[in-house]
């Protein structure tokens, strides 16, 4: 089947700078969009940006002039270009893809496992 696994997070100091990525692989067939997420302790969890199979893009408002995503479909990867960072950055960062396989006619959500992203002095 197929999994997404996040990379590229760890410990950075404020106003410093992260990337992550996301592969997805298995018997991947098609992706139409991607998206990232996260969850602080205690926090529900929040958009962060995504991209649909059209090009639009939605940032999440904490995210919108410091945060990019971007997508290579040829590599089956999205990434996470964060600038920046505030402590109240600190989560886990969740990659999410819809993915479709014949016979099936819909998108299946798909989950990464995460990534810890913390943002401190």
């Known amino acids: 089947q197929v999994q997404l696994v996040e990379s590229g997070g760890g410990l950075v100091q404020p106003g410093g700078s992260l990337r992550l990525s996301c592969a997805a692989s298995?018997?991947?067939?098609?992706?139409?969009?991607w998206g990232w997420y996260r969850q602080a302790p205690g926090r529900q969890r929040e958009l962060v940006a995504d991209t649909t199979e059209d090009g639009e893009i939605n940032y999440g408002d904490f995210a919108k002039g410091r945060f990019t995503i971007s997508r290579n479909n040829a590599k089956k990867t999205v990434t996470l270009q964060m600038n920046g960072l505030i402590p109240e950055d600190t989560a886990v960062y969740y990659c999410?893809?819809?993915?479709?396989?014949?016979?099936?006619?819909?998108?299946?959500?798909?989950w990464g496992q995460g990534t810890q992203v913390t943002v401190s002095l």
């Open positions: 298995g018997s991947v067939f098609s992706i139409n969009a």
């Open positions: 999410r893809a819809y993915h479709k396989r014949p016979p099936a006619t819909v998108y299946e959500r798909l």
